[in-house]
């Protein structure tokens, strides 16, 4: 493989992806000492183009706690990105800025874990960098949750700011991301922050499996803890993609 196959490679860390795919994770979140749930999430992304990408995502959720257990539908999320890729991408330097905007259905159930009793949108920012070895990467993004109404007879979900640092390795094999989250709740000042681990392996060009722990390392809002393991496959690649 040359030099120009492997710039063009998808990368799974590339906040600008625009490559078709589907994503299944099960993330299990520990919210408390008695009550925890499982969220089989699925997001897939059809390929528009490299500028314009559509996104949806939905789950099935699996609650324990101490009434009993509970399956039920998540909420259902649609989003839509704008990509502004720089000249440079795929190089050392800056990358571009990718601006999205996320609109979640409240299909899901606050009682069992599996949604907010929310209808909500939540805007997105972000950017990043590759390193003078192109395998590092640097990147982040920030998001406003902002709750548009409740379902009749609920209490519409706080809003938040939240912050993502990625800092990474993504090889033609393996990838590992280090990555702070912080979540700030203005109409009570509370602070949350989280620390994350992924690490996931390539089986091919098209499939890769992935697992991340996500602890909280300071306040009581969200969640204890996240465990995921999970899978990806590309759906289309390029001329040098299907050469590897």
Known sequence: MNAQDKDTLAKTSDILLYQSFGDYGAEFYKVDSRNSF?????LFQPYVNNLNIFNIEFGIVNSYQEEGNFTTPGDLS????????????????????????KFTLPTGKLDYYSGHDTWALE?????????ENPDWFTSAQV?????????????????????EYFFGYENQKVFFILSPDY?????NSKHNLFLGIEIGYKVSSQIGIRSE????????????????????IYLNLNENDKKR
Do not use: C, M
Request: charged share 20%; net charge positive; no cysteine.
């Open 123 to 131: 805007p997105l920012i972000g950017t990043q960098w590759l390193l």
């Open 183 to 187: 979540r700030f709740i203005p109409n």
């Open 213 to 232: 722990f996500k602890p909280k390392v300071t306040g009581d809002e969200f969640y204890e803890s996240l465990f995921l393991l999970g899978f990806y």
């Open 38 to 42: 499982l969220d089989n999430h699925i």
């Open 143 to 163: 998001r406003y949750y902002y709750s548009l109404s409740a379902l009749p007879g609920k209490s519409p979900r706080f809003n938040f700011i939240w912050l």
């Open 78 to 101: 649609l989003s839509y990105q704008r990509n502004f890729i720089s000249k440079k991408y795929k190089s050392t330097g800056f990358q571009g800025i990718a601006v999205r905007i």
